[in-house]
């Protein structure tokens, strides 16, 4: 049965726009980092209060020096980096991070305010990576390779600041957190089915994973409600709609009127066109 919903995928006319994603490469130069930074910035919806230079610096910092404001990368560190994650997201993100050091006014006396602003940072930096046309993978590459697996005394652990990342990236994509975070985000903005049951298998027609939240499991029911099991109670997150659309047959939209749109294949993306699950 959930192979013949996918089947019906394929249905007909009706003009989309194609989704497009800023162009964006790596940095080096003092030039293309400040060119980048601009980007970040205008992504934000915010002015540059800092200068971008290249240093000799561990890897990258937001610094206060002589009341003047400056981030400081180092260019070997962002190649390895590219290099390493496969991504030249990898190093925008770590630019926007200590960008936001900056504009959320993190850095006093020339020291950044530690751990919570840390997680504020990586929240700005998962916003504009979104805006900027990453998927939240590409957003979360440095992060995954950096960060430490317990906190340190100046940083939060990896799935603290992953989770952090996948915030500001939601937000960003217009996604409910209903739909694209955590199952505790689930059980505050969910509304219960009436009869608290589990699903049986004839009501399901396909299984439906979410890559912001790969360890739950979400359904589309026979009456084409996008739910998911918790505590013993059903919860309807979404329902499925039709388009006509040859591209995009079907998208999702919850109660707060966000749409995700689904591929013929089974592939779930947002309005930017990333990636963000998948029918099974």
């Given amino acids: 049965m959930k192979n013949k919903f996918l089947y019906l995928f394929i249905s007909l006319l009706v003009f989309f726009p194609a989704f497009t994603q800023t162009p964006v ?27 971008v230079k290249a240093a000799n ?13 400056y981030i400081f990368y180092n260019p070997g560190f962002i190649e390895k980096l590219t290099r390493l994650t496969g991504t030249p997201w990898a190093g925008i993100s770590v630019l926007a991070h200590e960008i936001g050091h900056h504009l959320h006014t993190h850095v006093v006396n020339g020291k950044t305010i530690p751990m ?8 700005f930096s998962g ?56 199952s505790s985000t ?3 903005r969910s509304i219960p089915v009436n009869k608290p ?29 996008v739910v998911t099991v918790r505590n013993e109670k059903i919860y309807n997150i979404g329902k499925l709609a039709r388009l006509k659309n040859s591209n995009y047959p079907y998208m999702i939209y919850d109660n707060d009127v966000n749409h995700l749109f689904i591929e013929s294949s089974g ?6 066109g990333n990636e963000i699950g998948k029918f099974q």
């Fill in 116 to 123: 919570g602003s840390e997680l504020e940072a990586d929240k």
């Fill in 197 to 225: 049951v589990l699903l049986d298998e004839s009501q399901i027609l396909a299984d439906i994973v979410f890559n912001a939240d790969p360890g739950s499991r979400y359904y589309l029911t026979s009456r084409y409600n």
């Fill in 127 to 182: 916003f504009v990576l979104q805006k900027m046309g990453a998927s939240l993978e590409e957003a979360q590459a440095a992060i995954k390779m950096l960060a430490t697996t317990r906190a340190t005394r100046t940083h939060p652990a990896r799935d603290d600041r992953l989770s952090s990342i996948a915030s500001g990236w939601n937000h960003s994509a217009g996604l409910s957190p209903v739909i694209a975070s955590s």
């Fill in 186 to 188: 689930i059980e505050q």
């Fill in 25 to 51: 490469s790596s940095f080096s130069s003092g030039k293309d980092a400040s060119h980048i930074a601009a980007q970040i910035v205008k992504a934000a919806g915010r002015d540059a209060n800092f200068l």
């Fill in 267 to 272: 592939k779930i993306v947002n309005k930017r």
């Fill in 57 to 69: 610096v561990p890897n990258a910092a937001a610094v206060l020096y002589k009341g003047k404001r």
